[in-house]
């Protein structure tokens, strides 16, 4: 209701206004607009502060749960969120914060944005989104191709057909693996004879018609939460995702799988989907993919492919190869916000066949009428925005070759990086980066040689006290501001699948430069000698073994 | 790759133009920007071609699957959208644009759109979203107190805590109706003895560890579509979402209700949701939602209240009473994207217990780890955006007596258009206005005589035609481009529950004038005379009628 330099007031006519009145070019809010628009690097590293306060302070700034009965200004109230909000948010897009899977954007998406939510359109069907549905269908199509490469024969007949679908945008990757295994779900337990389908009968009923006593998805232990999360919704059930060993690289033991789906079938339970992961969150490794397939078509199992981070990776003819039998998959999760470059909230899944999608068909009456384009028949998801605009734009302007500059650019960042870290004598490389991830993480060079004499109680002593150290490291260089890397747990064979801290970094900012990186070294290893605990405690544990 | 005024080129330098340098103000797309930024409804009414193409020849724009081999130029590509997409897209924000619940957005969310696209925050975890996460936490308070008017000390203790949730925002009321309901159906079927619960052990297990036949959810036969796509993608089955007879105001009929969960309870299935519709689809009707809330208490089953539309009704201290009942209910959808005013993509389900959401908690390793106020350990979506922002801006700008005036200017424009329906010979009204959603036709005065006396297969024979004629008159009006409505199917008890086509509007948008609508049922009436068939058939058969 507030409008800078006026009485706010409570009037029919001022409801007109704030739909209305554009806002002044030397507001607050038109200034911050031109910030953003002439650089937005500028404008973040100038609002963002350097040192975060604790969530709990930055918790007393949204503490009230009332609506407000008094209407802010406008200028009033961007000057609390530059002050509250973007001050206390992340910069995603900093070359020194190389621990996200979010990265910069490429500038001519700021004002792309802006035209998308003006237009407002939504994708749940032609009458509210008209030519974006043709466009959202072409994307899907252009990753299809990226992916399956079928011929223009095969573009023409289905791209646009009413009854098919060659997939479906949606807000990330977490609903495309739960679409993705919906309709391998839905396929599995489909109409037979009377038994009309799991969508229409439910679970229990198709399991009494299938006679199975159970259901299983498979999948490395390093596959992400969110196949846990669609094993729930569906009604699987978590215990129902089989977790599969992985080797000392994070790729799924073969002869594990092998040997897990001879059990399950020993007793009785149907494993109706294998999912290989294409860059693991973790460590981004590849699973075999075309043994995967093998193994899937001989078990008649539909074939998931989790490239959520790596499916990027096809844009490189150097590097497409490491996604090799990707193409046998009948379905594949990819998040153009990861490796794509487009802004949060742009995931897909993308189906090899264009009838997989009618295991989930829907039609409603004012909506998705059977024969309509409606791209709402063949999605979780109801209104959606449309963001495929965005990668769209995109993929004409960046293109292919552009794309794959980005790709080997951070591929040989990682590897930069990885040699750097072995090649100092405090650092401990712990995964090599197949893509651009890796794991490392700070051991003092003589705790590294005790270690290797260490008997088995100082071990465990010294492991657990590294793990200690990494994660104050990882802690103390968020909170002072100036990079960031991330950390998780994983069980290197190496240390005898020892769970292990580690630091986690990411290298897909192509404004990430070598100097960067070997920052982020010197800062780690001098905020080490900072902990007053863990660090001691490794010297003296570390004299007392070399000293015998 | 592209950057205007120079040649396109593929090197790492160019790699960091894309992501460095700023849109020069006069270039295509500044001015794009500096025109939205000034008046959005004149850039659209400008851009947006008033006569619409025929699906097939846009498709023909959108039509490639190839990932493009060479870059283009940020200002041609530019070109193309505005000549091929937005000229092809809905103007979703016209006052005579009356048939959608996307309404024109407030002009302050355009530049507050670009920051929160600018910082790309990812919500699913502190890491990355830092005061987004307690700032969507407030918002989601902020909605609770809306609905459930809890007291101080209720959101000190829980809008914050680690381990609860009061609701979760997601992409639209979809994903909030099917979160909704895989709470209802986590807690109906709970870990219990030695069974450690359907999210663990799955549907089957958990139907043969309680001894169920069955399960059901019970809505009226008025409730959205997304709720059959909830039961399928649940496990629960679409058979298995009971509908309820409508009275004729399409309200839920309670003892149709009753006797339906009798039954159901003969069979053995297990009713453990109970849906309330608070703003019908397509006429925006309120179930009683004081009786379901009744009895659902009575029979222990889960009370969701689908206010997707109506939820908004609550900011209107005069109309808040029509969802009387809605604080009873344990959880509640409601649509930030429609009556709340903001951008496509921002829906809500909201909680009454804090630890409702416990039955879908999900945690992991690198993220969501236990105790971690993350939001994405009670969210079906993983990476989302910051759409809560927009959603705060609104409520702090706007307030709730702005909230109020703009829910109660739209009630009372759709009471003030059902009276000139009303008065107007040749129209009929078909549903009267509850909220700000009517539907109505085009019915000729001495039809409306005929159709009184007529015989059974003489009405039969002008229902259809009636309809035909409907159908046809919205589609012209649609191509035409000047104004919008939509169209759906009903069963209006007045005409033996006939399953009748008619003009549905929705009254949301602020700046719809009287005159606005008074022009739509002009136009309405001289589109019937351009009806080659239908409405000379409905006007021989009137005049046969008639004579007689």
Redesign the interface.
Known sequence: ??VDNRKAD???D???R??????A?NST??R??KE??????A??QTHIAAR?KP?TE??K??????????????SD??A??LD???????H??APSFI??M?S????????????M??????LVK??????????E??VL??L???IFHED?AF??QW??SADHSLGAF??????AN?TAL?VA??NALKPDGEF?G????????A?KHYGYD??AVLVSERGH??L??A??????????LVPIKTDGNNRVCIDDLKSTLFSLKERNIKPFAIVGVAGT??TGNIDPLEELADIAEEHDCHFHVDAAWGGATL?SNKYRTLLKGIERADSVTI?A?KQLYV???A?MVIFKNPTSAAA?E???????REGS?DLGSHT???????MA?LLF?S????????YE??IN?SIEKARYFAERIDAHPDFELVSEPELCLLTYRYVPEATQRALAIATPEQKAELLASLNDLTQFIQKRQ?ESGKSFV????INPEKWDRYLTTVF?VVLAN??TTNQILQDVLSEQQLLALQSEISYPKIMALTEEILSH
Not at 117 to 122: D, R, S, Y
Not at 362 to 368: D, F, G, K, S, T
Not at 380 to 386: A, I, M, Q, T
């Open positions: 209701m507030a409570a009037s029919v001022s409801l007109h704030i739909f209305t009145v554009p806002e070019p809010l038109g911050i607009e953003i628009s002439e650089n937005l690097n404008f973040l975060e969530l930055i918790e700034d949204f503490s009230s749960a009332d609506i407000p009965e008094n209407p802010s200004f406008v109230h961007t609390f969120l509250k909000l973007v001050a206390q948010s992340v995603t897009s621990g996200h979010t910069a954007l490429p500038y001519f998406l700021m004002p792309l944005s802006k035209i939510i003006g237009l407002n359109q939504n032609i009458e509210t989104s008209k030519a974006f549905t043709p466009l269908r072409q199509g252009m299809h191709n990226l223009n573009y023409d791209m646009h949606c807000s990330g990757g977490t609903v739960i919906w779900r839905n009309r799991v969508a229409q009968e439910g679970l229990f009923r399991m159970d259901l939460y969110s846990k999360k094993a729930d919704v569906l009604g699987i059930g978590r215990d129902c969150t973790e844009m998040d916000h802004p949060m909230g995931g989930i829907h039609h409603a009456e004012y909506i998705l384009k979780l998801e109801g209104s959606r925005s449309g605009m734009a993929l004409n302007i960046i293109s292919r070759p552009g500059l980005l650019n968020r991330s950390r998780t747990r986690r192509p404004l």
